[in-house]
């Protein structure tokens, strides 16, 4: 079967840095995504990883180990707007996108 | 501006009474998709349509039907909506769907939210 867990809730402090992990199962794999939702919006695209590694983009990384079918999300210098759900989603062998539930962070002065 | 919208942004309806939510993207998308959003469950995709002419179910279809006579837009229709279908729903395209592109982002419209009572 296929399945994606990632935890409900994490809270981190304005400055510091939070890692956002999720793991995933499936049969066939076309890549892996990351999305940014602030409450009451749309989702907006974060990254996309498909080989193994670290992606940087500014203040937002993002790693995957398909062997270990296992993702995070790294976030740096945090902001008060970063706080938001982020969710992550994975391309299985048909091309479709399995969403986890996303994660809610909650950032402290 | 390259956008996806989606109307109408709230509605209130009542059980059996049929409604369309409208979907149009203006950035020339062959892929484009409907989800379902509600707390504690993530994204729930509905129907999509890789190209004009052709749809697929996605994890939860019942109770809803689409259509794609043009490329622009995939409306979202509920024949005899029912209470268990009021949810916060968005509309999505990307470029191409079926190709594991270097990058195959989706672009989601602003959302509508349904009540049915």
């Known amino acids: 079967g296929q399945n994606i867990d990632q935890p409900t809730e994490m809270t981190a402090t304005e400055g510091a840095i939070v890692q956002i992990n999720c793991t995933y199962q499936t049969s066939g794999f076309n890549g892996l995504f990351w999305y940014q939702q602030h409450a009451g919006e749309a989702p907006t695209f974060l990254s996309y990883?498909?080989l193994d590694g670290l992606e940087e983009k500014g203040r937002f990384s993002s790693f995957l180990s398909r062997s270990k079918g296992y993702s995070y999300l790294l976030l740096k210098e945090l902001q008060m707007k970063d706080s938001a759900s982020y969710l992550c989603?994975?391309?299985?062998?048909?091309?479709?996108?399995?969403w986890g539930a996303g994660t809610k962070l909650i950032i402290k002065p | 501006e390259a956008q996806v919208t989606q109307n109408p942004r709230y509605l209130i309806t009542v059980t059996g009474k049929k409604l369309t939510v409208t979907c149009s993207q203006n950035?020339?998308?062959?892929?484009m998709s409907w989800y379902r959003q509600d707390p504690g469950l993530g994204l729930r995709q509905i129907y999509y349509s890789m190209n004009v002419e052709v749809t697929d179910k996605g994890d939860v279809p019942e109770g809803y039907k689409v259509s794609r006579k043009e490329k622009r837009n995939f409306p979202l229709i509920l024949e005899s909506p029912s209470p268990n279908q009021t949810s916060l729903y968005f509309c999505?395209?990307?470029?191409?769907?079926?190709?594991?592109?270097?990058?195959?982002?989706?672009?989601f419209g602003p959302g509508t939210r349904l009540t049915v009572l």
């Open positions: 989603a994975f391309m299985d062998s048909n091309y479709q996108l399995i």
């Open positions: 950035m020339n998308h062959e892929y």
């Open positions: 999505a395209s990307s470029p191409r769907g079926g190709e594991p592109l270097s990058y195959n982002e989706q672009f």
């Open positions: 990883n498909v």
